[in-house]
T-cell receptor, first 114, second 109 residues
Framework: NAGVIQTPRHKVTGKGQEATLWCEPI?????VFWYRQTIVQGLEFLTY????????DSGMPKERFSAQMPNQSHSTLKIQSTQPQDSAVYLC????????????FGKGTRLTVV | GQQVQQSPTSLVLQEGENAELQCNFS?????MQWFYQRPGGSLVSVFY???GTKQSGRLTSTTVIKERRSSLHISSSQITDSGTYLC???????????FGLGTRVSVFP
């Protein structure tokens, strides 16, 4: 079990460019989550999928951010027209299901917008 | 107010000392989980402990739902225990984890 895999580990983009972050959840896990971590805000929930369907995106900034899960083995978080304030560590997590089960995190993607 | 409150904010220990980290959570949260994170490192699940007491090596977690609290006890601390310990819970009507701000533990020889 390789755990939750996130790529790339580090990404540097210029202001205004697009960034796509990838996540491969643990095989057999039906719930996939995206979080963002900054020193100022700590860990913030962004969005989650259950069985590939988007269930809750209440934490997603309304503009420029989108997440998809085209198949059970990967999810993407896309940020359009990146801004310096988007710089953060983006974490993907998965769990066997959403009801009272342990959540496992990937190592994260550190996004730096210059 | 904040749904997950952790105390203390930081803790300095001499190697070999014991420590107790506290987490108080709101009535809207359950399925408490403890994570460990080194600076710049990933989140590692330490305990999934919705209720009761669990032990793993020198670490013990106790969650008392009625009192809306969970604790993490570190016995005979080691330098490698240094890092941030985060408490998190799931909201009853949403599935994302809500995190506390963490307790930063520093263990010195």
């Amino acid at each position: 079990n390789a755990g939750v895999i996130q790529t790339p580990r580090h990404k540097v983009t210029g202001k205004g460019q697009e960034a796509t972050l990838w996540c491969e959840p643990i095989s057999g896990h039906s719930a996939v989550f995206w979080y963002r971590q900054t020193i100022v805000q700590g860990l913030e929930f962004l969005t989650y999928f259950r069985n590939q369907a988007p269930i809750d995106d209440s934490g997603m900034p309304k503009e420029r951010f989108s997440a998809q899960m085209p198949n059970q083995s990967h999810s993407t978080l896309k940020i359009q027209s990146t801004q310096p304030q988007d710089s953060a560590v983006y974490l993907c997590a998965s769990s066997r299901d959403t009801a009272n089960t342990e959540v496992f995190f990937g190592k994260g993607t550190r996004l730096t917008v210059v | 107010g904040q749904q997950v409150q952790q105390s203390p904010t930081s803790l300095v220990l001499q190697e070999g000392e014991n420590a107790e980290l506290q987490c108080n959570f709101s009535t809207s949260l359950n399925s408490m989980q403890w994570f460990y994170q080194r600076p710049g490192g990933s989140l590692v699940s330490v305990f999934y402990n919705p209720s009761g007491t669990k032990q793993s090596g020198r670490l013990t977690s106790t969650t008392v739902i009625k009192e809306r609290r969970s604790s993490l006890h570190i016995s005979s601390s080691q330098i490698t225990d240094s890092g941030t310990y985060l408490c998190a819970g799931k909201n009853n009507y949403a599935q994302g984890l809500t995190f506390g701000l963490g307790t930063r533990v520093s263990v010195f020889p």
